[in-house]
């Protein structure tokens, strides 16, 4: 696009330049000097105003001259008429000179935002003084006159209103000199007037009343030097090192960042590596910041009074950011940044609550309070232009931040260089960019080395390497830790170094600001209630967000919610909701699924997975089929609500009752079709009964799903299978009732059509196998003298309950609960007696049951009665989640186990080890857990083994675990209290061990000596001191390291425990391993 549009300027130029050659070069000319001048920023004749204005008020006389006299130019009006030529050319020239004026002086009365001074006692005469100095400065800057020409013809009145502002300054006392200093536009006051005035009254404020300003006075005062500009005036540059140099501790600090925090392009740093450029006394000021911050920080380390009060209150951390792929993101567009994952301008969710944290700290406040000083820079890799022309569109994105978007303060900003964003987009090379800004944090150091920094980037570009090259040069002390966004594979990172130094330099990894803040509250770097805030403010941002693409939005819910869930862990009962994928489908709607028609029961938004019931399937198995899906596997359904047919119904007999064969929509080939294959899931006859097409192929063989009690699959050769056809008159002798035969609509159409399909697929032989020449006809009739009201039948339709009786036509109310409601019109012919009732629900199976599946031997660990879900735990580490229909018990072996010695085991008497093998009588000898002591002798058959249930630790089997099963809250830590003051447990706080593993000693209770231990899964221990063994190394569920690596403690017996690797089990001794748990749980930040 880009390319496009500089091809089109081009020829649009080279159009014109056929029309009006000279004007063209003229024009060219004039451009090449404004490209000159702008280019040398640096140089003396950019020092003064005046000068600039004078620049372009000759500028725009030339392009004038030669825009209205050239011969070729569409506009020469001066060639035919002088006098209107002459006047057009000096009202542009005046144009552009008042239009320079006005744009100057907007940008003196800017002064940014620096909060004003308090009220003074004598607030009236500090008013009223404010007012006659803006007066005072009417007069003398006339809206339409230069100030220079005004000077010259109203010399004696303007003399007279820069005396009055002088004496008013003079004479004002201490808190009325603050309030005027407040209120008035001294930027614009001091480059109206002119020297020797001038002079005077920046002596007054800078030397000689200096001691009476307040630091926001002396923040103004500075302020306005650097909007008039440093270089106006000679002595400008010893005025700010006095100021700088005559404020000292905490106050210069305040100063600092007070001058940082207005808003706007005129920053400290600016001030003092660019505006001053004497070197002896930038190295002046320098050196006494250099000297203060040496006492600050001798301060805060002995703890003196002087460190007292609010100053412990701030983190006096600096935190300094990028701007793209980090605070938002460039949507992938070059050369802003790569990240494509969310919308373009987008700002990532929860980066304003991270910042403010980092700016509070861990022992701040709660909120931010108003007035307080922000501490937040932007170190952009944008290059610097003419004075702030490429900060300004920064600078106002900024202001709009902090307004509307939460952003807690006004920042600062630290440009790029052309020469490195010239490297970049050239040649690719990010070195002299990451080079920059490490120049600029060197910089910035030196202005601000009482304070602690963090730098917060991405690793699309040099931000890393920067990063790198400042840990190594200051270390620890000045840079506590560097957060980047993953934009792109940690192994593409600029500079990639092993994941052991970014370890060592504090070089942390993240993929969303959640998982930030985890690392920074490990780090001590933010409290827990900013862990809360930076949560629920991601959450809130991103449900906020407008999003193109729902597949992004996926993506990115996903990850975002994988850190809240670990920032949940230590939340705990303060932890905020998981985000949910938005519903598309109704609960209640008929969808088509993967394994036939469903209906949508309920939808787990977290999960984004929909619960169905397969309609189909439960006229096949009586009982309600459930399937879990996700969005891409529904599609809309086409037909009505009613219809259970495996695709549209086409109707083909005037008889409502009447079976019609449908064929349900397929993906196969036409081709096939016209060729009379038939399409899948029609209903056919085979050698070995009936079934249904699954598949053709294209060795002309069908693969066919057997509906006889086998439930077999057949594979048949193509003139083995035939279509099954059903006459109407077959249907409806097996099925009819005054109700059916009707002609009506609505709802009635539901019960035909309904009905209807039920008695072809029961009548169709989905329960007897039919021979394939048989045709499908109604039972034998049975004679029934009669049956009494509510007695127990058995109908085409299921079990049902005699409601009433006209011969010859039953009505019953069926007793399924899906179908409780219906009354049903059957023939006598069609009712049998039901012989046995039905058979009652089984019980749940007991946890620790053995049972087979589908995927093999497992042991049941829990049952979820709501939708009969087990919770099956296999071999490996493995849990699956079964339906009770697909779970069977395994049947216990003839001849007794042989237990072998060291096997964990379940008794009647509780768990235990083997300790003697099956002998021949099948008697085992076990030792239990919790009578170390004590050994039993139990018979073979009556033990189960305890499978060591694996638990995973990664993210997601917790996300798994917490998506299906609704845990208990975590309990409430008791609050640990000593039984003797003068003399603590030193057991306390520590793991010990117990007749039911090792826990955490949490509290003593003073009354009884009881001893509360705390496990890892919730539960409580309340003991006496003699069952409280010693102290161990770590407890259950402890996240321990060992010679092997990172592991979980599953398991502990006689010194040794059993840690659980992510490859494996292992067996460890205690003095081999280091307890982590509270140092550094498992996260998705990688802290590198």
Same mark, same amino acid.
């Given at each position: ?14 159009? *014109? ?31 003064? =105003? ?128 603050? $309030? ?5 536009? /001294? ?117 003196? +009074? ?7 209150? =701030? ?114 090379? /990010? ?9 600029? *944090? ?107 693409? =729902? ?29 949910? +994928? ?43 089929? +459930? ?66 097409? /699954? ?91 009669? /049956? ?16 009433? $009786? ?59 009665? +709501? ?147 705390? *496990? ?27 010679? *092997? ?44």
């Amino acid at each position: 696009m880009m390319l496009l549009m500089a091809m089109f300027v081009a020829f649009l130029f080279l159009a *014109f330049f056929a029309l009006a050659p000279v004007l063209c070069a003229s024009c060219v000319g004039i451009l090449y000097v404004i490209g000159l001048y702008l280019s040398t920023e640096s140089n003396a004749w950019h020092h003064a =105003q005046e000068f600039e204005n004078r620049f372009w008020t000759v500028m725009a006389f030339l392009f004038s001259t030669a825009l209205f006299y050239i011969k070729d130019s569409p506009f020469a009006i001066g060639r035919y008429s002088t006098t209107l030529g002459c006047i057009l050319v000096v009202a542009f020239t005046l144009g552009v000179q008042f239009l320079d004026r006005h744009v100057h002086r907007v940008q003196l009365a800017n002064q940014g935002r620096i909060s004003r001074p308090p009220i003074p006692t004598n607030v009236n005469m500090a008013q009223m003084k404010t007012n006659i100095i803006s007066n005072c400065l009417e007069v003398i800057d006339r809206i339409y006159l230069p100030s220079t020409i005004n000077l010259i013809i109203n010399v004696e009145q303007v003399k007279e209103q820069e005396q009055k502002v002088l004496d008013i300054l003079v004479k004002a006392e201490k808190d009325e000199l603050n $309030y005027i200093l407040g209120h008035i536009k /001294l930027a614009l006051l001091f480059y109206k007037i002119k020297d020797a005035n001038r002079t005077l009254i920046c002596q007054l404020l800078c030397e000689t009343r200096l001691t009476d300003l307040t630091i926001n006075s002396r923040a103004i005062v500075l302020d306005a030097l650097m909007l008039m500009r440093i270089s106006a005036h000679e002595k400008c540059e010893r005025w700010v090192k006095h100021i700088i140099t005559r404020t000292f501790g905490d106050e210069l600090s305040i100063l600092k960042s007070t001058t940082d925090s207005k808003g706007t392009f005129n920053s400290m740093h600016k001030l003092v590596y660019h505006d001053i450029r004497d070197q002896t006394i930038r190295n002046a000021v320098l050196n006494h910041i250099k000297k203060e911050a040496n006492i600050q920080r001798a301060h805060m380390q002995l703890s003196t +009074k002087h460190t007292a009060g609010k100053r412990r209150q =701030q983190a006096w951390r600096k935190v300094l950011s990028d701007v793209d792929d980090t605070l938002e993101s460039s949507g992938g567009r070059w050369p802003a940044g790569m990240d494509r994952r969310y919308p373009r301008h987008a700002v990532y969710p929860g980066v304003m609550s991270f910042y403010r944290e980092l700016d509070l700290g861990p022992n701040g406040p709660a909120k931010w309070d108003e007035g307080r000083l922000g501490n937040l820079t932007f170190l952009s890799a944008r290059p610097h232009v003419y004075k702030d022309v490429s900060e300004k569109k920064s600078y106002a994105k900024f202001e709009k931040y902090n307004q509307i978007r939460g952003m807690h303060c006004l920042p600062s900003m630290l440009a790029g260089s052309v020469s490195s964003g010239t490297a970049f987009v050239v040649k690719g090379d /990010l070195e002299p960019m990451a080079v920059k800004k490490f120049e600029n *944090f060197c910089e910035y150091y030196s202005i601000y080395p009482e304070y602690k920094h963090i730098f917060i980037g991405d690793n699309g570009q040099g931000d890393v390497r920067a990063a790198e090259m400042i840990a190594e040069k200051y270390g620890p002390t000045v840079l506590e830790a560097g957060y980047f966004h993953l934009v792109q594979p940690l192994e593409a990172t600029h500079g990639y170094k092993d994941r052991e130094t970014y370890r060592r330099l504090n070089i942390i990894f993240f993929d969303t600001y959640v998982g930030a803040a985890i690392q920074a509250y490990r780090l001590n770097q933010i409290s827990k209630v900013g862990l809360q805030q930076v949560t629920e403010e991601a959450s809130a941002t991103f449900l906020a967000m407008a999003w193109d693409q =729902q597949d992004l939005r996926e993506a990115a819910r996903v990850m975002l919610n994988a850190d809240i869930a670990l920032a949940n862990e230590i939340l705990k009962e303060k932890s905020v909701p998981l985000l949910g +994928k938005p519903q598309r489908f109704q609960v209640g709607t008929c969808m088509e699924t993967p394994f036939g028609k469903g209906m949508l029961v309920a939808y787990n938004a977290v999960t984004g997975i929909y619960s169905v019931d397969l309609v189909e399937w439960w006229t096949r198995s009586k009982n309600v089929t +459930k399937v879990y899906l996700p969005e891409e596997s529904l599609s809309t359904a086409k037909r009505a609500i009613n219809d259970f047919s495996l695709a549209v119904t086409k109707s083909a007999s005037l008889n409502p009752a009447s079976y019609v064969r449908t064929s349900m929509v397929s993906t196969m080939d036409p081709l096939l079709l016209s060729q009379g294959v038939l399409p899948l899931r029609t209903t056919v006859t085979t050698p070995f009964g009936h079934g249904i097409v /699954l598949s053709y192929r294209s060795s002309e063989t069908y693969v066919i799903q057997l509906t006889t009690k086998t439930r077999g699959v057949a594979y048949c050769q193509r003139n083995q299978v035939h279509e099954l056809k059903v006459t109407a008159e077959q249907t409806s002798s097996a099925v009819s009732s005054p109700a059916l035969s009707s002609s009506s609509s609505g709802r009635s159409g539901f019960v035909r059509q309904s009905i209807g399909y039920i008695a072809k697929r029961l009548t169709g032989g989905f329960m007897t196998p039919l021979s394939p020449s048989q045709m499908i006809l109604s039972p034998p009739p049975l004679t029934i003298g009669g /049956l009494t009201k509510d007695a127990r039948v058995q109908t085409p339709f299921g079990v049902a309950l005699v409601v009433s $009786y006209q011969a010859p036509i039953y009505t019953v109310q069926l007793v399924d609960p899906a179908l409780r409601q219906a009354l049903v019109y059957v023939q006598e012919s069609c009712v049998v007696p039901s012989t046995s009732p039905e058979t009652p629900k089984a019980k749940p199976l007991s946890p620790h049951t053995m049972v087979f599946t589908m995927f093999g031997y497992g042991r049941v660990r829990s049952f979820r009665v +709501k939708d009969s879900i087990y919770e099956i735990a296999f071999a490996q580490g493995v849990v699956g989640y079964m339906h009770a229909s697909s779970v069977k018990e395994s049947l216990r072996p003839s001849s007794p186990r042989l237990w072998k010695a060291g096997t964990r085991v379940r008794s009647p008497f509780g768990a235990g080890v083997v300790v003697v093998e099956t002998n021949k009588k099948g008697v085992v000898s076990i030792q239990l857990h919790a009578l170390p002591h004590a050994k039993v002798y139990v018979q073979a058959s009556a033990l189960t083994e305890d499978l060591e249930i694996k638990s995973s630790l990664s993210l997601l089997s917790r996300l798994r675990s917490s998506m299906w099963f609704e845990g208990k809250d975590d309990p409430q830590p008791s609050v640990p209290t000593t039984a003797a003051a003068a003399s603590p447990n030193p057991k306390l706080g520590r793991p010990v061990q117990t007749l039911w593993g090792p826990g955490i000693l949490t509290s003593i209770r003073a009354t009884d000596n009881v001893h509360v231990v705390t *496990f890892k899964n919730g539960m409580q221990a309340f003991l006496d001191a003699k069952h409280v063994g010693h102290v161990v190394q770590a407890a259950m569920g402890d996240i321990v390291q060992t010679p *092997f690596g990172k592991g979980g403690v599953m398991g502990y017996r006689r010194n040794v425990f059993v840690v659980q690797f992510s490859y494996g089990i292992g067996y460890i001794q205690g003095h081999a391993i280091e307890r982590l748990s509270e140092k550094a749980a498992p996260s998705t930040c990688a802290l590198m």
